[in-house]
């Protein structure tokens, strides 16, 4: 709709081109060590894929709360003291830890068969006998709302939905609503279970997790994801017309009171008295990859920009290194931070987590004080092919609450046609990592940070 | 190798391009009614795409000697006569079934993790309690040969290799040594298990599965494939310099005597005397899929064009179709059918095995005799883009030790570059089949089947 908008505009204007515009603003002048610190990362930047190679080797998975995230910790911060960053610590914090067990799924009738599920985040478990019932299905969550209870009760819910790969990975709002909304629904109308076909854009025998919560007042049942061919078999199987049933085992375990935390690091600038720029990603990961686009790529791109710039002199401001705990399972580490450091200012924020694909577009909230800053980090980004966007805009799941508060932000988007093949799957491994593209972000980053920053004192080693 | 011989017999020709050369060959004149058989095909198919469609649908996954095969040969019995062929039948035999249990790998030391495998087909089983060892890595089986027993003694064995895509499908022969040849070496120096890199070329964490055999006196021992990324994962995880320890569980069982069958069927020549034109594929899947494209396409293929040709009105030469049971497991269908019917004379055959994708070379070994047929064919086919290759080739599974015992063949080659991707996976699904190149595949095969089975009568139905 605001495309919509910007284009009937556009239109609009046309006959008034004749008439005297208003004069463009004064170009802005992007220093010359910005422009090459930028092209320096993008042809030679190691650190973003040494961390995300070694996070994703040495330590793997990184389930929020486990004794895995824990190592992760571990491992992160004898990383970035060994890269010379200055006040690094783990603050954290207790969560409630939902641990994944033996998972299968099987069409009994009428033509049995086997299938691949995952649990959703905070199932409810099957128990090892499993559940077997009639599936009734539903092509939307809003056909789910619509249908009586009594077409649900005692059945196991399927839902599907025409979720398509998108650049801007929009959809995984609007289709990820299956996910999201439907098992709650299913339990407020009496099913036993429920099946989604899931948030993904592929097509491979690997389910997409990912998590959500029951409302208030609805039972948990357990909830899983076919992957999506399974998914489109399963229509075809019922569109043959007759009652399929499935049995369903989606095992698991919660324990209420586990340890994760957020692992900070700093680039101290020349003037402390100076609100910090923060660059983040978050450390865990679901349980059944290495998690290396999501965010094993974020973590390492925010830290290679700081320690690009770090390399290179003293930044004026404080650069701040936040590697998030517990995102996947419920922005934990996000609010922890709020709730220690939301108070304080932070000069601008920004979080990088949405693959390893290239930037394409870069969108700030700097304020409109702040206007020409936020064009010379569209100048500065530019030579790389990055659109400047909106100055109005700014994202991220961890310090979303940040930026809804009203603390200056700055959105890098990413490319996301290939980011929801591999989302939440046990695909996401460090092969989907194109080192080229990871430069690109590294460059980005370290330009976005140059400007930031507030201008650096270049150090003996950099004036050599 | 062949191919460079050829290339160079072309570099040394060169020079001579001025003398006379041997007149080239009459054309050869393809009737239209062929032509419009296959242009017909190419547009409108549906069989092909019914019969897949179908038989991954209702049966789903058909691995030999199980019941499940058995419902895909009562499906296909039934889907045969329904579409109008004579003398369908099956020809049972009986056979050995090895049967997958659970299966899970993880590495133990130094970077605890889990990651995806699956069993060998013929895998000794390692119980539920697994085994433990040290993993001793070779980037080859001749480096495994050429290993002294005491490296590998005690320890689990695994074998790394670079298969990449090819067109032609090559890459398969020498790159799957690490799963034929592999497990042997390994038994017969003492390893305790073996794990290869799935031979295949995708990076995704399915596993690629396939059969081997311990040869005569080597005790069997837990064997399986490793997925891509994990392969990969374990080489990082060695390259760090420590020992490096796995878990492997691979259970599994054997049925000494299970049985199997090749389902036949006819479109009746006019002329019972002359030997029939035999086309074919293979039902049985491996487990862990519908077997989309291994092989339920090219059962498919072969009776979607005899359908044809029976549409259009009757051969002179009979057309046998024959869907191979048991082919994944050790070809027990073909030497069924050889043991039979080997004796007996056929025209022609040929096998699709291949996938789904475009028809992009035909090679035929009809003899010298009839080379203006195979021409003919070559012709028949080119308005596809179809390459004519060599005469004095033909290929197939199920077929090959027929074709070596002499009787002439076609070998229809399709675009293997994806192949390799799927192949043996849980991956091998319908969404792998693309509806349009599956028609090109049916068109190219009754435009064949129009030429070898000696032109048509046109029935009632096909003259109006």
């Known amino acids: 709709m605001k495309k919509l908008a910007a284009l009937t505009s556009i239109l609009l204007a046309a006959p008034l081109f004749a008439q005297p515009a208003a004069p463009p603003p004064p170009p802005v002048t992007v220093a010359p060590w910005i422009h090459a610190l930028r092209d320096d990362a993008l042809a030679n930047d190691h650190y973003a894929w040494d961390i995300t190679e070694g996070l994703t080797t040495?330590?793997?998975?990184?389930?929020?709360?486990?004794?895995?995230?824990?190592?992760?910790?571990?491992?992160?911060?004898?990383?970035?003291?060994?890269?010379?960053f200055s006040n690094v610590r783990v603050e954290t914090f207790d969560m409630p830890v939902w641990?994944?067990?033996?998972?299968?799924?099987?069409?009994?009738?009428?033509?049995?068969?086997?299938?691949?599920?995952?649990?959703?985040?905070?199932?409810?478990?099957?128990?090892?006998?499993?559940v077997t019932g009639q599936i009734v299905a539903f092509d939307s969550v809003d056909a789910l709302r619509a249908a009586p209870d009594a077409a649900v009760r005692g059945k196991i819910v399927f839902v599907?939905?025409?979720?398509?790969?998108?650049?801007?990975?929009?959809?995984y709002g609007q289709f990820g609503a299956p996910r999201r909304q439907g098992p709650t629904l299913a339990s407020q109308k009496g099913a036993i279970a429920i099946v989604v076909r899931s948030i993904g854009t592929d097509h491979h025998r690997n389910p997409h997790t990912g998590v959500m919560t029951f409302a208030d007042g609805a039972k948990p049942i357990p909830a899983g994801a076919l992957t999506?061919?399974?998914?489109?078999?399963?229509?075809?199987?019922?569109?043959?017309g007759q009652p399929v049933t499935m049995r369903l085992r989606l095992e698991s375990t919660t324990i209420a009171a586990a340890q994760s935390g957020n692992v900070i690091a700093e680039v101290p600038g020349r003037d402390p008295s100076l609100a910090p720029v923060m660059v983040s990603g978050h450390l865990d990961s679901w349980d059944q990859s290495t998690g290396a686009i999501d965010d094993a790529s974020g973590v390492a791109i925010a830290a290679a920009a700081a320690k690009r710039i770090m390399d290179a002199g003293r930044p004026l401001r404080t650069i701040r290194i936040v590697w998030f705990g517990a995102e996947e399972v419920g922005l934990f580490g996000g609010n922890d931070y709020l709730a220690r450091h939301g108070k304080e200012p932070h000069y601008a924020i920004a979080e990088s987590d949405f693959g390893a694909d290239r930037i394409w577009k870069v969108d700030s909230k700097l304020g409109e004080a702040r206007r020409d800053e936020a064009?010379?980090?569209?100048?500065?980004?530019?030579?790389?092919?990055?659109?400047?966007?909106?100055?109005?805009?700014?994202e991220g799941s961890d310090i979303g609450p940040l930026l809804a508060s009203g603390v200056?932000?700055?959105?890098?988007?990413?490319?996301?046609?290939?980011?929801?093949?591999?989302?939440?799957?046990?695909?996401?491994?460090?092969?989907?990592?194109?080192?080229?593209?990871?430069?690109?972000?590294?460059a980005a980053w370290t330009a976005m940070l140059g400007v930031l920053s507030g201008g650096i004192e270049p150090n003996a080693r950099a004036r050599r």
């Open 99 to 130: 641990v994944r067990g033996p998972e299968s799924a099987e069409i009994v009738a009428p033509f049995p068969q086997k299938m691949v599920v995952a649990a959703l985040g905070n199932s409810a478990s099957t128990g090892p006998a499993g």
């Open 228 to 240: 999506i061919p399974d998914a489109e078999q399963l229509v075809r199987i019922l569109g043959r």
């Open 408 to 442: 200056p932000g700055v959105g890098l988007s990413q490319d996301g046609t290939r980011y929801f093949d591999i989302h939440h799957t046990p695909d996401d491994t460090l092969d989907k990592v194109d080192p080229a593209q990871l430069r690109q972000n590294v």
């Open 160 to 171: 599907d939905h025409r979720m398509m790969a998108n650049q801007d990975g929009s959809g």
């Open 58 to 84: 040495e330590v793997g998975q990184r389930m929020a709360g486990t004794a895995a995230e824990a190592r992760a910790r571990a491992w992160s911060v004898a990383r970035l003291k060994a890269m010379g």
């Open 375 to 394: 064009r010379m980090i569209g100048a500065a980004l530019a030579p790389l092919g990055i659109v400047t966007g909106s100055f109005d805009e700014a």
